[in-house]
């Protein structure tokens, strides 16, 4: 049995739902601080954000895997400081999503079903993968239908459509060549969607996937976005433009071996391969690990995953790319 | 007896062996993949089972010719658990 009718949120019932899982006031407004910085909102939209929040309506989310390695999940999933997920997992309705649900078979394609029969329009769908198209599609089934057909229904009725990893953007690892499964993303797998918002990385960072799905229960719109559908706030900035070690590219200041001296002194990793100059991404100041750490703090170049053919364009990885 | 959420196929009067029944479960979830599973069953017995992982991106043919050095990059694609 299912209600169709989306329930407006109440700041009480929010709370209890956070205490249930033991996420304390605090920790909720250090989450909303942390979506603000990564939206680069000033501090004083912090109040605005929570109360949004604590009162939105809670979308129901569909989440797609398809030819994946299921890491955007894990991103989602084990997000820890403050507690992503469980802040998610209360602001969100996850009707559908392989990987967590308690129905299997029938009963688990009953849920997609009747998600998007009761909620079409209203529905956001997360897209994790690439879709295949060769031979029929036949390279990706669920249920005894094809990534490429459920793709075609399930977003062409959501309200948007998040496609989160580079695979589920524009095809990824299982597009490289040769391309032995005719991968595509979502946007050629089901072109013409009216909200497409593409979230690229490998794997897709959980501080811009929930700060893409705040900044709509917030403003009720989506973020702005590049020509390639990306939102700027998280994809707008060259890396190597922010890049801590940048001084040192500046005065040719190289790594040329590994665990050479200019290693060990955390100077430029251009020579070794690294893709900052050719990369868009916000991870010098959002992170990964819960914000600890990122690839070039921890002493290895940028692949520029976040990038159009980043398998192709930028491999052989530790062969220094075009100035 | 435990209980089983599979039917218990009686026999018939003629008391030969009903025909099997087939136990389709597509997708199974709570894994990281694709999985799809197929089972024979016969007065409510398992007699025969089949699993298919539904997806294939052929990694395998991706690498081919590229740099070694590369490889881990690719290969830590297979399963991002």
Redesign the interface.
């Known amino acids: 049995m299912t209600n169709s009718r989306l329930v407006e949120g109440s700041a009480p019932a929010f709370e209890g739902r956070l205490d249930q899982r033991g996420v304390s006031r605090r920790e909720f407004l250090k989450f909303c601080g942390l979506m603000a910085g990564t939206l680069a909102l000033p501090a004083r939209y912090i109040g605005r954000i929570a109360y949004a929040l604590e009162t939105a309506v809670r979308p129901p989310v569909i989440w797609l895997?398809?030819?994946?390695?299921?890491?955007?999940?894990?991103s989602f999933l084990r997000a820890s400081q403050p507690d992503v997920d469980d802040l998610l997992l209360d602001i969100l309705s996850l009707n559908y999503h392989?990987?967590?649900?308690?129905?299997?078979?029938r009963m688990?394609?009953k849920s997609l079903d009747d998600t998007v029969r009761d909620y079409a329009g209203q529905y956001i769908c997360v897209v994790e993968g690439?879709i295949?198209t060769l031979d029929g599609g036949v390279?990706?089934?669920?249920?005894?239908r094809t990534a490429l057909s459920i793709a075609q229904q399930v977003c062409s009725q959501a309200l948007a459509t998040l496609a989160v990893g580079t695979c589920a953007w524009e095809g990824g690892?299982?597009a490289?060549?040769?391309?032995?499964?005719g991968?595509v993303g979502v946007r050629d797998a089901v072109p013409g969607l009216a909200t497409l918002i593409n979230l690229p990385g490998?794997?897709v960072n959980v501080a811009n996937l929930s700060a893409t799905i705040v900044h709509y229960l917030t403003f009720q719109q989506w973020p702005e976005t590049d020509g390639a559908g990306r939102p700027l706030f998280a994809y707008g900035e060259e890396i190597h433009e922010e890049c801590p070690r940048h001084d040192h590219y500046e005065h040719d200041e190289f790594v040329q071996e590994w665990g050479d001296l200019a290693h060990r002194q955390g100077w430029c990793l251009f020579q070794m391969g690294c893709r900052g100059p050719d990369t868009k991404h916000n991870c010098p100041s959002v992170k990964w690990n819960d914000g600890t750490e990122w690839p070039i703090g921890a002493g290895h170049g940028c692949?520029g995953c976040s990038e159009r053919r980043f398998?192709d364009r930028h491999?052989?990885?530790?062969?220094p790319g075009d100035d | 007896m435990p209980k089983t959420f599979l039917p218990i196929v009686e026999k018939n009067s003629s008391g030969a062996a009903p025909p099997p029944q087939k136990v389709?479960?597509?997708?199974?979830?709570?894994?990281?993949?694709?999985l799809?599973v197929e089972v024979e069953v016969q007065n409510g017995r398992v007699t025969d089972a089949w699993s298919a992982g539904?997806?294939?991106?052929?990694?395998e043919?991706?690498m081919q010719g590229?740099?070694p050095?590369?490889a881990w990059?690719?290969t830590q694609?297979?399963?991002?658990?």
């Open positions: 895997n398809f030819q994946d390695c299921t890491a955007d999940t894990e392989e990987t967590i649900m308690v129905p299997s078979g688990a394609i690439s295949p390279y990706c089934g669920i249920g005894g690892l299982a490289a060549v040769p391309n032995p499964t991968a490998c794997p692949l398998w491999s052989p990885f530790y062969v | 389709v479960i597509d997708p199974i979830t709570r894994i990281e993949g694709h799809r539904t997806m294939f991106r052929g990694i043919l991706v590229r740099d050095r590369d990059i690719f694609r297979i399963c991002g658990v």
